[in-house]
């Protein structure tokens, strides 16, 4: 399939990415000589030029393209993209990146047949999302929802603690709530592993495990870590992500602060905000933090669109004794350093917004795909048919590429932790963990067909 990304910005580049590894036809636009260059070692075919312009989309074959996406970071630009797209190609399913909270909140206009948008996309709103998932299992370095919510993929370091530290995963059925979850993958140090039923979880891993909601309470005290409920969050930031997610907080019982520099900014809080309380400040100032009480807040969001000054904010945090924090990055090459000094929760606009944009577009046997470990592994969310090779046979006899792991079944609503014996049917939900390289193993096996659009 033929897709076409207009700007190659954070949330453009990932696409690009993204897409050129699943092998798809992809052709990016965007006005700057720099962005075009740094695609030119991806398998994509690049134009250096305005996406609202109609010589450039012509050229670049909109009128072929199957999906057209316009993540520039200009608003206006994406929209007026997506109507000339529409007089050139109105059977392209169309995906705009807005911003603007104002011209979001039009998204039914946008939908009709002037612009034809399917589906708008606000980077803002969807990390936001994230956010909220990230606060709601204290303790949790990342959180996913699979199978539209009827299983958790969770992140939890293993405590010292824990009685399952230093345990073989062939030794854990039959130990207490063992059935209730499965281990996905272990992230040791720097290598994520896949595991199987010879390695060991080790005290200070950060493992990744599959259960249903139901279950989560226990499942994170077996890892040794205590749910706590959140009655005070801190949010250091308070441009449109600050005030996304203090604008979705005040709709819970949770008391909120958000610290911002800007005196403007600090106006239009407080003029549209009902319960939070607006404090103009610099978040990296211990003075400002230790007067508003920072060792009582159960968690500090750090948003600020200074992703150095995020990371000086979440340790300094740490370090005056908050139990959480959670840090926004947006380039990724940043993460290894970040991990190292001791942040883990991230969170990103650019995934966000592409991982929304992705699952958006997909069609077929493949319903999700979330990465997880910065870009180390893939979890790929996929409906058995019939025809696929996973259908019909015992797991144990499935010859499945290493560094890849079934990590659990769905069927009629309930997850089954796959065993040997276990055999997949038509229409089960399948979830597979893949490390990034194992997945073109994964597609050559026949496991699941990433050409899925």
Request: with cysteine; charged share 25%; net charge negative.
């Amino acid at each position: 399939m033929k897709v076409m990304i207009i700007g190659a910005g954070e949330v453009g580049f990932h696409l690009a990415i993204r897409l050129s590894r699943e092998n798809q036809d992809v052709v990016v636009i965007d006005r700057s000589p720099e962005a075009v260059e740094q695609l030119s070692s991806l398998d994509v075919q690049t134009f250096q030029g305005t996406g609202s312009d109609p010589e450039v989309l012509e050229e670049a074959g909109v009128r072929s393209a199957e999906v057209i996406v316009a993540v520039t970071d200009i608003d206006e630009v994406n929209m007026v993209a997506c109507l000339i797209a529409n007089a050139l190609n109105r059977a392209a399913t169309k995906i705009a990146r807005i911003r603007s909270t104002a011209l979001a909140s039009f998204r039914e206009i946008m939908s009709h047949d002037l612009l034809n948008i399917s589906l708008v996309i606000n980077p803002e709103e969807e990390v936001a999302k994230k956010v909220l998932k990230l606060l709601e299992v204290p303790g949790a370095s990342d959180v996913v929802d699979l199978a539209d919510g009827l299983v958790k993929l969770v992140g939890v370091r293993c405590s010292a603690r824990s009685e399952l530290s230093g345990i073989k995963l062939a030794d854990l059925p039959g130990r207490p709530q063992s059935e209730k979850f499965l281990v996905a993958a272990i992230s040791r140090g720097e290598q994520l592993i896949i595991p199987r039923g010879q390695d060991k979880i080790m005290a200070g891993d950060l493992v990744y495990l599959i259960f249903q909601p139901k279950y989560l309470a226990e499942i994170m005290a077996l890892f040794g870590t205590a749910l706590i409920s959140l009655k005070r969050v801190m949010i250091v930031g308070g441009g449109a992500l600050g005030f996304h997610l203090a604008s979705s907080l005040e709709k819970t019982d949770i008391s909120i602060k958000i610290i911002e520099r800007r005196q403007e900014r600090c106006d239009f809080l407080v003029e549209n905000l009902r319960r939070a309380t607006v404090l103009k400040g610099d978040g990296t100032d211990q003075a400002l933090l230790e007067e508003e009480n920072i060792t009582d807040t159960d968690a500090l969001v750090a948003v600020t669109d200074d992703e150095e000054e995020n990371v000086l904010i979440s340790l300094l945090a740490q370090r005056m004794g908050v139990r959480q924090t959670i840090t926004r990055i947006s380039k990724f090459s940043y993460l290894p350093l970040v991990n190292a000094v001791g942040l883990e929760r991230i969170i990103s606009p650019r995934m966000s917004a592409a991982n929304a944009i992705l699952q958006s577009i997909r069609r077929g046997k493949i319903l999700s795909v979330t990465q997880i470990k910065g870009e180390e592994a893939e979890v790929i969310e996929s409906e058995a048919l019939a025809s696929s090779h996973l259908v019909g046979r015992p797991l144990a006899k499935l010859k499945f590429p290493a560094g890849a792991i079934i990590g659990a079944i769905i069927r009629d609503g309930q997850l089954l932790v796959p065993g040997g014996e276990s055999v997949i049917q038509p229409k089960d939900r399948v979830i597979i963990i893949a490390r990034r390289e194992a997945i073109p193993a994964v597609e050559k096996a026949g496991m699941v067909d990433l050409d899925h659009f």
